[in-house]
């Protein structure tokens, strides 16, 4: 992870030097290409039917190039180098601003598109200073996961203050069994989901020292002291927790719809979502907007990218979010998809209200996210393996105003 987020620290410069330089490449005229991460076997199916779909409404041909996600940002850079850049590429939100903030992307409003009936959240997620440069087919979020034949035969309801939470996992856990599951982990994984509880609590990541970023903290090592977490959630992916989870070693989780399809594939797993608890009974479970969306690059091709904006406003549409967000169990971005959705999957309802207040990482620091992200995961580390939370964030405040 370290090294993906060195490639962005110095992907401005290489944006600003080589992508703006114009299109260098001979491209066929009716072919349109998208740039996604979708190498699972199934989204890059639901992604290929999109395309085909939209390019019959527009009379072109839309070719996808799917790489591993944590890959999309460098390819980029080395297309812009050669002038080869896809007409469409779908970044991770988090890493949209790097390329925004070199001037590598065209505003999707010059491009037609409308953001009328999405989220001001959402429109944030997408948007750099401002410009709205990447529309998001659909978004996720965290929530709590938990085993309902484990609630039922301890006799607990699912809590929904961080009290509750925290009585509740200590009496789950019993023999190999944790109350709790999370990821903790040095990575954007542990970050994505200490964020509910640091801005469901007031904190903020202007100033990772503050005392609700501490309090937050402290609740996490409180968790771990009353041994309601594995000492491994220090290691674990969210891939890695929901794991977890299914095997029977934990009876709740946080973690996100990506897991649902999983979920499913056992049918002896009874589980239900409700939001993430909060500080306080009446606070608002505020979590991270998570997905991507799909930019515009700037190639130096006017034309084209006028057809690109096109393909995204299809690729966005209404119709078109519904069905991903349905295949993919990801939540619509336009309200009246995710309306429809909701009435679609109504045991995800509780999911769709906490995109609802969801914020986006970058919406304060923009390309500056990374450098927050980086010196949080050091602080979980240290913090979770005996120092304080308040030396720990002290640190990471530092670090992430020095970038050191």
Not at 83 to 96: C, G, N, R, T
Not at 205 to 214: F, N, Q, R
Not at 385 to 398: N, Y
């Amino acid at each position: 992870m370290s090294k993906r987020f060195t490639s962005l620290a110095t992907a401005s410069v290489l944006v600003a030097g080589a992508a703006l330089a114009g299109c260098g490449q001979q491209r066929d005229a009716d072919v349109y290409t998208v740039m996604n991460s979708s190498t699972d076997e199934s989204y890059h199916r639901w992604d290929a039917e999109a395309m085909a779909r939209c390019g019959e409404r527009l009379g072109v041909a839309i070719e996808q190039q799917s790489v591993p996600a944590a890959q999309v940002m460098t390819k980029a850079l080395r297309m812009a180098s050669s002038k080869s850049l896809p007409d469409i590429v779908q970044f991770d939100a988090s890493e949209m601003p790097t390329f925004a903030e070199a001037g590598g992307l065209v505003d999707l409003g010059t491009l037609g598109l409308s953001t009328d009936g999405i989220p001001e959240g959402i429109v944030d997620f997408g948007s750099y200073k401002g410009t709205y440069y990447g529309a998001a087919r659909s978004v996720n979020t965290l929530a709590l996961f938990y085993d309902k034949d484990v609630l039922d035969e301890a006799g607990v309801r699912v809590p929904t203050t961080w009290a509750q939470l925290r009585e509740t996992a200590k009496q789950l856990t019993r023999g190999g069994r944790y109350g709790l599951a999370l990821s903790a982990g040095g990575a954007e994984d542990g970050v994505f989901q200490f964020l509910p509880f640091m801005w469901s609590n007031g904190g903020d990541e202007t100033g990772l020292d503050g005392p609700k970023v501490v309090e937050a903290l402290d609740y996490w090592k409180g968790l771990l002291t009353d041994g309601s977490l594995s000492k491994s959630t220090v290691n674990w992916t969210q891939a890695d927790v929901n794991d977890q989870f299914m095997a029977g070693n934990a009876a709740m989780m946080i973690n996100g719809p990506w897991q649902v399809e999983t979920l499913n594939g056992d049918e002896s797993l009874h589980w239900g979502l409700a939001p993430i608890p909060v500080p306080r009974a009446g606070d608002d479970s505020v979590g991270p907007l998570g997905g991507a969306v799909l930019t515009v690059p700037n190639t130096g091709d006017e034309a084209r990218e006028r057809t690109a904006g096109r393909i995204v406003a299809c690729l966005s549409s209404e119709k078109e979010q519904l069905t991903y967000a349905l295949n993919s169990w990801m939540v619509p971005a336009n309200a009246r998809a995710a309306a429809a959705w909701r009435e679609r999957v109504p045991e995800l309802d509780s999911l769709a209200g906490q995109v609802a207040v969801a914020r986006s990482r970058t919406a304060q620091l923009g390309a500056g996210w990374s450098s927050v992200s980086l010196a949080l995961q050091s602080a979980f580390q240290s913090a979770l393996t005996g120092q304080s939370s308040e030396s720990a964030l002290k640190r990471a405040q530092q670090r992430a105003t020095s970038g050191n």
